[in-house]
């Protein structure tokens, strides 16, 4: 599976998706009202067959609604169910219920396999209208969804979902195996003493920002003028987070092509969030960890979490002694037992890989490089 990215030229018959959108944002919310009511009542979620039907019913006399395929109704009744279905299983790990979103600030529908159609050059046509997108790749394989999705801006993207049928190779195998230990300070500290600094886009663009909200919010409401500086503000956000973007994936991929398998410790994100706040969202670990994942599979590497609970930090790598007791404030300590000083962030990748090394079955390993020794 391949996910493609394509953005829609601007015309005034994008207005018309943009319909669709919020249309979609009103029979989500509409959703939702019945799910919460169904719960109170009941103690459990609305089956799914029951609200598409019901929904359809409703889409017979509400013209507004009929913007929307079924294709997308469905979808959006799906994520609905699936959304309560996680809270049922993981309630006890802080899952919530689904809520009640804008609609103003709704993103996307989903089209599956109806509704669209993909015509010569770069043009698609959704419902009975033929849109243009920038066309920056050829679409190979089947289409298996398609997604448009509305950014803060009012920009239209294309998101679309391709079977390709192509299983991607390893180029190379190095036959390493590395543990990774995060930081505040540092972002990334191998286990073999490499420390990956962090750029902090947002720190260095906090001023930049700062002086754009500014402006923002001195604009008088409803105006036009508050509409060019909200516009401007969201500019400098999207700035920020495609500048990370793209370093994590040039990261990613420069530590795939090093190591075959990565160890990394797992992290409780919202704790961490709590504690440090914005930091932490300049970072951004949880997005780099789904990126990693993702080139890892395609170039069939092997990506290893330990537990959050192991005291990697406190145990001495050299003899396996654990400290009862380490602040976040001391960066190197001395052991006790064999008298070794340790960094504290690199005895801790140490740990981990040792540990992440440890738990891989000897067939993943096979499966990654033979060269690999556990």
Request: with cysteine; proline share 2%.
């Amino acid at each position: 599976m391949k996910t493609l990215k394509f953005k829609l030229y601007q015309h005034k018959r994008n207005r018309f998706l943009k319909r669709m959108i919020n249309a979609s944002g009103v029979i989500y919310n509409h959703c939702i009202a019945l799910h919460k009511r169904y719960y109170r009542m009941w103690g459990k979620h609305l089956p799914g067959a029951k609200l598409q039907a019901h929904i359809a019913k409703l889409r017979k006399r509400k013209e507004f609604w009929q913007s929307v395929g079924s294709q997308a109704v469905q979808d959006i009744c799906q994520r609905i169910e699936k959304a309560y279905q996680l809270f049922f299983k993981h309630n006890k790990k802080g899952v919530r219920l689904p809520g009640f979103k804008k609609v103003k600030k709704y993103k996307s529908f989903t089209l599956k396999q109806a509704g669209y159609k993909f015509l010569g050059g770069n043009g698609v046509k959704i419902g009975n209208r033929t849109y243009q997108f920038w066309k920056s790749r050829e679409i190979e394989g089947t289409v298996k969804t398609l997604t448009i999705k509305r950014t803060p801006l009012g920009e239209l993207f294309m998101v679309v979902v391709v079977d390709d049928g192509i299983d991607l190779l390893v180029k190379s195998t190095t036959g390493k195996i590395a543990g990774f230990d995060f930081g505040l300070k540092t972002f990334l500290t191998c286990s073999d003493g490499t420390e990956i600094e962090s750029p902090q886009f947002l720190k260095q663009s906090l001023k930049i920002v700062a002086n754009a909200s500014r402006h923002h919010s001195r604009k008088v409401k409803g105006s036009a003028n508050r509409e060019r500086a909200r516009k401007n503000l969201v500019r400098k956000y999207e700035d920020i987070s495609n500048q990370r973007r793209d370093w994590f994936w040039k990261l990613a991929h420069e530590l795939t092509d090093k190591f075959d398998v990565l160890c990394f410790e797992t992290l409780n994100l919202k704790g961490m969030q709590r504690l440090w706040g914005r930091k932490i969202s300049d970072l951004a670990f949880g997005e780099f960890l789904q990126i990693v994942e993702w080139v890892a599979k395609k170039k069939k590497k092997l990506v290893v979490f330990i537990d959050q609970w192991y005291p990697s930090s406190k145990t001495c790598y050299h003899c396996g002694h654990v400290l009862e007791k380490l602040d976040l404030s001391v960066r190197e300590w001395r052991c006790p037992s064999c008298q070794s000083v340790n960094g504290r962030d690199e005895n801790a990748a140490k740990n981990i890989q040792a540990v992440g090394a440890s738990t891989v079955s000897l067939g993943d390993v096979r499966q990654v490089s033979p060269a690999i020794a556990v």
